[in-house]
């Protein structure tokens, strides 16, 4: 074959973290610790940053260069079946600062609050580092240093909670791919790898992870495809080849594939969690938090249709001077900023009310999942100390009167602006 086949069905893609533990220094790779169920459309992208000299004087009306300025990598890592340890792990890298003790023989509750200062000298947030299997055997990829600049929650009726984190990285990036230069015969019924062996269990395997061949025509100077038929089991590997020339001559292939897999190539074990449904979550406003509970209120029942949690941290990657490589060497959020959107049947004109004097007010989530042992459950709280009606518009919804409540979000002298409890049996999230 001139080229192999693979499978790329993007059902096959994995995510692995580090969620139990954030990276040490920025771009300085942790062990990837947890494979994540994310939703199939969840693709973390590479992009590089090039300029062409147009801006520069050629001779030429056109530009005849390309400059390469490393990358930046971005994404979402979407939930839509929202499980208690995915709160956990975007909430403590997006907020910062969590604490964890014990619960019963197996079980952990965090506490996760904002970070009220900065990680280090280079960054204001954790930062974990992420890898991808793209397709089945398509390659891996690793991003060091990513960190979780946007979060949204939806509980909307008659589905599952959804959590959404939006996803920088600094740009530094490795990949389980090779292309090795080998100097052999225009005539060669072989190759021979320099170090590595093949990845694949069985003789089928091992070629298809060889993606292709490619040969120098000595009389052409192009580069051209060579058909490959068979990948030994050894290190280093021998590729056998159809003899793409009738003569001696030295010239230069190309090969590229995946070598045998080492260190981070090798995910985890994936955590499985029950997702937590809309129907578990219930919603107190206008009561106050003292620390530990949540006191007086009144519970938005039957006529919720959805609240929505937006938060951003602002978070800036840049290259600065002794950054080192093609990447980001510094992460600093400007500052954060969030809302809280409910949608609800126009029942009684008390939030109007509370717009017109300009009351504060606490609202109160709180998800109550299956046992995780005797007693205790799967669990996600969370609680703004102080927030204040924004707007609320009036409109009609299914031949019914609602309104759509714009809370802003403030930040308590004594509480803060949000804290986030999560019960499950994860020991860590960015320690």
Known sequence: MTRSIRNFLASHNLLAVSANFQET???????????MLVDLNTVLSYRALKAANRDELTGKEEADRLYALGGAVSGTLSFPRAQPQHFAFLLAYALGEVETSALGGSSFRHTIRPR?????????????TAAMRLGKQVMKRRFASCFVDQVRVELARDGWAKIHGAIKGTGKISDNTEMEEIAAAFNAGSLTLTANGVAGADAAERL?????????????????????LEVSNTVPAVITITPP?????TTTYRVYYLPVESDWMSFPARVEEPPLKVSQFTVNLGGRWNGSEFLGGYTLGAELRKLVWNFRNHLSLERTPGAGGDYANRAFRAGREQKLELDRDFRDFLLARHLKENEYLALYVKAVGPEMEPGLHYQVELVFPKVAVLAAPVRVAQRRVAEEVQLAILEDDTYGSVVAYVQNQVSSYAA
């Open 25 to 35: 220094a920025l771009n300085v790779e942790q062990a990837l610790d947890t494979a």
């Open 116 to 128: 009220s200062g900065e990680v280090d000298t280079a960054r204001s947030n954790p930062s974990f």
């Open 208 to 228: 298809s992870n060889v993606q292709a061949v490619q040969v120098l025509n000595p009389a052409t100077q192009a580069w051209e495809e060579v058909n490959y």
């Open 245 to 249: 020339g009738e003569t001696g001559e």
